[in-house]
């Protein structure tokens, strides 16, 4: 079956989370993705845990479908073979620390001169210019740069991480989208360019909504638990044995869910619950009454009933109840394959579902240096450099 980025042609330098999800996205839409790891040991994540026969898990789980290298760049002949794999090369992606790419020699001004349609993208935590340029940047600092941390956890607690690495995966889908409008720009005039993404600016762009209350009134965004900052009831709520979501956002579903869900016509007359906007401005009281009355009842009732009445609600599941919930599995988000070391594996699925040219997956992760041979022979390099490339540390072929 076709795939939307057929011909395209991606060289992976990057590590850990941000740029390999990017890359593999590109890669399960059907570019070619050749991951250049460094020697001897690769990517760091190959030393993350858990492990099943000395396969990383997480080094698995966003590396799929790609072709895998190992080039030690700093020496005069690994870099000779890089800079030969990179004239025939769409888009590279790197996530090293602002000016180390310049001593190594691969920056995107000497590369530009090897291949002017080249599209490079660079992903770090602060970005190439400005004052935190040099400092060493993960997702839980970009969290708490970009003030999502702050605005996150409950009114009086700490601030809170988000449950999962949100600025790096933020950063890949700007890094994503970037380099597809790049990509547009290049078939159009030839021309490739250099791309700038960083962790803090990528989550901080996501705050729109926090963003229209600051710059229109002057509200600062404060950690609200799970309640919603302009509408009400959107939240968690208690009932007798577990919490449910429940999503009365508009009048209609407000006066659907006390008329009808609840049984408590009478809220409509309470001038605190008038509007939604009233609603958000009490939400505390509004919090109590509701759940004095879920706690008379368990979720699965509330929740049979909210369907029922068509007013929006969810569980608050935990996660092996996500990967295993039977809509989750009809809609492909749990994906089973061969490794060749590790063995039958699972992965998550893609979540564009596109009519001609879906996400497929067709390889696992590569083994360290598991496509030497096969992408060197794309350069006409021969067994005898191949062995000398060996033998000066210049690059680490699978064993």
């Keep these: 079956m076709k795939q939307a980025l057929?011909?395209?042609?991606?060289?992976?330098?990057?590590?850990?989370?941000?740029?390999?999800?990017?890359?593999m996205v590109l890669a399960d839409m059907g570019a070619e993705v050749i991951k250049i790891e460094k020697y001897p040991h690769g990517d760091d994540t190959r030393s993350m845990g858990p492990f099943i026969n000395e396969e990383s898990h997480m080094y698995m789980m966003v590396n799929r479908n790609k072709k895998g290298v190992c080039i030690n760049l700093k020496t005069p002949e690994g870099l000779d073979l890089f800079k030969e794999l990179i004239q025939s090369?769409?888009?590279?992606?790197?996530?090293?620390?602002?000016?180390?790419?310049?001593?190594?020699?691969?920056?995107?001004?000497?590369?530009?001169?090897?291949?002017?349609?080249?599209?490079?993208?660079?992903?770090?935590?602060?970005?190439?210019?400005?004052?935190?340029?040099?400092?060493?940047?993960?997702?839980?600092?970009?969290?708490?740069?970009?003030?999502?941390?702050?605005?996150?956890?409950e009114p009086d607690g700490r601030p809170v991480k988000v449950g999962f690495?949100?600025?790096?995966?933020?950063?890949?889908?700007?890094?994503?989208?970037s380099i597809l409008m790049a990509y547009i720009y290049k078939l159009r005039t030839g021309e490739g360019q250099y791309v700038d993404v960083s962790l803090v600016e990528s989550g901080l762009a996501w705050t729109v909504w926090e963003a229209a209350a600051y710059f229109g009134k002057g509200e600062l965004p404060e950690r609200t638990g799970t309640a919603h900052r302009v509408s009400a009831p959107y939240q968690g709520f208690k009932t007798?044995?577990?919490?449910?979501?429940?999503?009365?956002?508009?009048?209609?579903?407000?006066?659907?869910?006390?008329?009808?869900v609840v049984n408590r016509p009478d809220w409509l007359d309470n001038p605190l619950f008038a509007t939604n906007y009233l609603r958000a401005q009490n939400v505390k009281t509004l919090e109590a009454d509701i759940e004095s009355e879920l706690l008379k009842h368990s979720a699965t009732h509330w929740l049979q009933l909210l369907d029922k009445y068509g007013v929006p609600s969810s569980p608050i599941y935990s996660y092996e109840q996500t990967l295993n919930d039977p809509h989750i599995l009809e809609r492909g988000m749990v994906l089973s394959y061969q490794h060749p070391t590790a063995g039958k594996m699972r992965t998550l699925g893609f979540p564009a579902k596109f009519s001609k040219t879906?996400?497929?997956?067709?390889?696992?992760?590569?083994?360290?240096?598991?496509?030497?041979?096969e992408i060197f022979e794309t350069l006409n390099v021969s067994d005898e450099r191949i062995r000398k490339l060996e033998s000066a540390n210049a690059i680490h072929s699978k064993s």
């Design 240 to 260: 007798k044995d577990d919490y449910i979501l429940i999503g009365a956002g508009n009048q209609k579903l407000w006066e659907i869910f006390a008329t009808n």
């Design 89 to 153: 090369v769409d888009v590279l992606v790197e996530n090293y620390r602002p000016g180390v790419t310049k001593k190594l020699g691969i920056d995107y001004d000497t590369l530009k001169a090897i291949n002017p349609g080249l599209i490079y993208c660079s992903i770090s935590g602060y970005g190439q210019t400005g004052s935190y340029s040099q400092k060493g940047g993960y997702d839980i600092m970009a969290q708490g740069l970009s003030g999502l941390m702050h605005m996150t956890g």
């Design 6 to 23: 057929e011909g395209l042609k991606v060289v992976d330098l990057s590590q850990v989370l941000a740029g390999p999800y990017c890359t």
């Design 165 to 177: 690495a949100v600025n790096d995966i933020a950063a890949a889908q700007t890094a994503l989208q």
């Design 358 to 373: 879906p996400g497929q997956l067709t390889s696992a992760a590569p083994t360290l240096g598991q496509h030497n041979v």
